[in-house]
């Protein structure tokens, strides 16, 4: 394509990578897996490269990939007339069968509108025909998919691999019949996971709040049950892994080495929708991890899940893995890790090709705040953490914490401050004592919290914007030591992450108007602009705020046509043990009952 030559970062429009896959443009079955992001970005989604190679091994089935192209690209294409097209076969998605959407961050939904729109697909689900592709969209957003309602013919809920199987074996059928749009949507309405949003009514209360969803048909279940996937070791993981032409976020070999959570930290909506816990064995960990060396010839292995260290196996695993890497050179990170379980022996198998960088995520800056969200650690396992790293030879590491967190106050904001200068004034004493380690670095890294669908804390009040900008400077002011680096992410993207995070379908008004008026990659600090944004809701009549409120427990959610798996009763539970302080064991522990007992292989206790 001659427009490649007047953008930048060509290679990541190209395709053609080591270890894409290119079919017959008369497979049965024309999949667009969509990353509502950049390349870069997209290309280091762990999801993605699981379901485009699952899927690639039907026969009937092709998936190619599709980013949302980077602004020059896409003046470019407007210019050329070429419309959006799948990486692999470079024909328009407008004529695949399916155009499927990753969810992994609100604000990149007007990404999605403006790559249908380059793709020339109708943006509203009620504006497609029969001849048009079904728009679809699974991930961790869309445990609320109600914002993107208007937008997706149907959602995924829960795990994928499992699920696109029984679509797509429906879909070939049903091809193959010649029957209606709605008649598919019918027979996969039937299948666990499956969410057809227009086959659903919503009536809102005077006050605005949801009153309730009725299903429109008698074969549309009340609630959409979340899909788990039981056996980890069975399921499709790829031996191969794309290798991209142009550098990337996460640039390595990438070992998923369970799934779930057992810690319950309440701000955290990854370790409730991902519940229960499933691991992999160690064997299929070791056997992926070969084939993956000699199919991608990287020279890193990430052993990634929500909590590394928690791996039950992780002694045996990472003995046997560094027998495999150290030979060949090949370096193994540990990201996620505890500061309550790091030790010596987990520090000298990181380093022990190169250096990897080590963070530590205390989560807040006091002892109070820490049981009001569960972290279940303190600040001692902190500074035992960070001796053996400074004593080991580190010179760095990276601390991340929240800020507007329910009950915070401000001690408890400059709390962070405080231990952060904790951890450098450990590193001046071991310095001290002899080791002979060079200068050191402190990050100290400081995001606001989101109420999110799915946690303790779904009902809170989200912190407005001059609150968020206080507790930042509270922390900035009370850094004293040149050594702490200190970062913080714009309060009013936060802001505007939490009204999407639990907002309604009313919403997908103020996105249409939002692309209109130009808003995309949102995400991006260059491209933001909140003042656009209020724009946006100005002309939808609706309030912002709104949605930024406190919940009452018996208020209807707009996401309470999903089912995790985990009960209200449990998040409310434990919302009130939040506030009177008290803390929950993790479920090896001790089972706090969150209703998935039976399928995380613990027994509750009682």
Excluded at 97 to 110: A, H, K, P, R
Excluded at 256 to 268: A, P, S, Y
Excluded at 436 to 463: D, H, Y
Aim: proline share 4%.
């Amino acid at each position: 394509m001659n427009i490649l030559n007047k953008v930048q970062k060509a290679a990541r429009y190209t395709g053609g990578e080591l270890n894409s896959i290119v079919k017959d443009k008369d497979t049965k079955i024309r999949f667009a897996f969509c990353f509502p992001d950049v390349y870069e970005v997209g290309m280091s989604h762990l999801g993605m490269k699981i379901l485009y190679h699952g899927l690639n091994k039907r026969e009937d089935t092709w998936v190619e990939r599709v980013f949302a192209p980077w602004v020059d690209m896409q003046d470019e294409m407007k210019k050329a007339g070429v419309p959006l097209y799948g990486l692999e076969s470079k024909d328009p998605i407008k004529d695949f069968d399916f155009v499927g959407f990753t969810l992994q961050y609100e604000m990149s939904y007007t990404n999605i509108l403006s790559m249908l729109d380059l793709a020339g697909i109708p943006l509203l689900s009620a504006d497609r025909g029969e001849g048009d592709s079904f728009v679809c969209a699974g991930g961790p957003c869309a445990y609320n998919p109600e914002p993107l309602a208007d937008f997706c013919d149907f959602f995924l809920i829960g795990e994928g691999e499992e699920i696109w199987n029984e679509v797509l074996d429906v879909y070939s059928k049903w091809k193959d019949d010649g029957l209606s749009r709605f008649e598919f949507l019918k027979q996969i309405a039937g299948i666990e996971g499956i969410y057809v949003p227009s086959f659903y009514d919503v009536s809102y209360n005077d006050d605005g709040t949801v009153k309730e969803y009725t299903p429109k048909y008698g074969f549309v279940p009340k609630t959409v049950k979340k899909r788990i996937i039981e056996d980890m070791d069975s399921v499709d993981y790829p031996e191969e892994m794309i290798v991209p032409f142009t550098e990337i976020v996460h640039d390595r070999i990438m070992l998923e080495l369970f799934r779930g959570c057992i810690r319950g930290c309440r701000f955290c909506q990854a370790g409730f929708i991902y519940r229960p816990v499933r691991e992999r064995s160690a064997d299929r960990l070791c056997d992926l991890a070969c084939k993956l060396i000699d199919s991608t010839g990287y020279e890193e292995i990430s052993l990634t899940s929500l909590s590394t260290s928690d791996y039950t196996d992780l002694e045996n695993l990472t003995n046997r893995l560094l027998d495999i890497t150290s030979e060949k050179k090949i370096n193994m990170a540990l990201p996620s890790l505890r500061v309550d379980n790091f030790s010596a022996g987990l520090m000298q198998k990181i380093q022990s090709v190169r250096k990897s960088s080590l963070t530590f995520a205390p989560e807040a800056g006091s002892q109070r705040m820490r049981d009001v969200i569960n972290k279940n650690v303190t600040e001692e396992d902190l500074m035992r953490s960070v001796s053996i790293a400074f004593e080991g030879g580190w010179t760095s590491v990276k601390l991340y914490f929240m800020i507007g967190l329910p009950t915070e106050t401000i001690d408890d904001v400059i709390g962070i401050a405080k231990l952060s200068e904790s951890v450098a004034d450990k590193y001046y004493e071991i310095k001290k004592g002899g080791k002979g380690i060079g200068r050191g670095r402190i990050t100290t890294s400081v995001s606001s919290f989101v109420p999110k669908p799915f946690t303790p804390f779904q009902w809170e009040r989200q912190n407005t914007i001059p609150e968020l900008r206080e507790k930042q400077m509270h922390i900035k002011d009370n850094i004293k030591t040149r050594m702490i680096n200190y970062n913080y992410h714009e309060s009013y993207v936060s802001v505007l992450e939490g009204v999407f995070s639990r907002g309604d379908r009313r919403l997908g008004k103020v996105l249409l108007n939002a692309h209109k008026l130009g808003c995309q990659f949102d995400g991006w600090d260059e491209f933001f602009d909140y003042d656009v944004w209020m724009q946006a809701f100005e002309q939808a009549g609706i309030d912002s705020a709104f949605y930024a409120r406190a919940r009452s427990f018996d208020e209807v959610l707009p996401w309470d046509v999903i089912d995790c798996g985990v009960t209200k009763k449990f998040f409310i539970d434990e919302c009130k043990k939040a506030y009177n302080e008290k803390t929950t064991p993790n479920c090896r522990e001790k089972c706090a009952g969150c209703g998935l007992m039976g399928k995380c292989g613990v027994k509750q206790n009682g």
